[in-house]
């Protein structure tokens, strides 16, 4: 039989009727090994252990996937986790999480078109007044909320920039920067490069 090897992280079975223990020290002591260990309350005790005793000690597997995280970082990852599949639950989250109140036609284009199709090729070129605005912020929440929308430009007729970001802005809480001329002039870099967003 091949002699246990003690070093600190070890799990022990065997030295207490608590249940196992976790090794935080070993010293060497001649044929005997002083072992300082954590027990399943979190107290700290030692023994002092000979090689008889060892031979009735057995080493616990480590378990594949430790559970000694934190709580709650525990449950802000899981909280994220559901947010971030929350569209598997919630077909039309964009909708419900959106200022908006989308006609028909316009849930008909997002959810019934324009999502399906992967990469999207679309040009979203409805009449006047048909919701353009309202289809392109409902698309662009979506694809944000379910993590596959990094960065996104929106090309507006000149006189209706501001409208857009304004209408993006209070109702699907999408931040967008207006590119203007001056701005592209003025840039020493790619001004692209500029927003995390």
Do not use: C
């Not at 060497?28 to 260990?37: E, M, Q």
């Not at 909280?79 to 036609?105: C, G």
């Not at 960065?151 to 507006?156: E, F, K, P, Y």
């Amino acid at each position: 039989m091949e002699p246990l090897k003690l070093a600190p992280g070890v799990r022990l079975r065997g030295l207490t009727p608590e249940g196992s223990v976790r090794v935080e020290q070993v010293r060497s002591l001649g044929s005997a090994l002083r072992v300082t260990y954590r027990t399943p309350s979190g107290r700290l005790e030692e023994a002092l252990l000979y090689p008889e005793d060892l031979a009735r000690l057995e080493v616990e597997e480590e378990a594949r996937f430790p559970l000694d995280a934190p709580g709650d970082l525990f449950r802000l990852a899981a909280e994220a986790k559901r947010i971030q599949n929350a569209y598997l639950f919630d077909p039309w989250m964009a909708v419900h999480t959106s200022l908006v109140e989308p006609l028909p036609h316009q849930i008909e284009a997002v959810y019934g078109h324009m999502l399906g199709k992967n990469p999207l090729r679309f040009l979203l070129a409805d009449d006047p007044g048909a919701g353009k605005t309202i289809m392109t912020g409902l698309y662009m929440r979506e694809m944000a909320l379910r993590g596959a929308l990094e960065r996104a430009l929106v090309v507006a007729p000149g006189g209706l920039v501001v409208q857009w970001q304004e209408e993006l802005w209070e109702k699907f809480r999408l931040r967008f920067e207006i590119l203007t001329r001056s701005l592209l002039e003025n840039s020493l870099e790619n001004p692209f490069r500029k927003h995390p967003y």
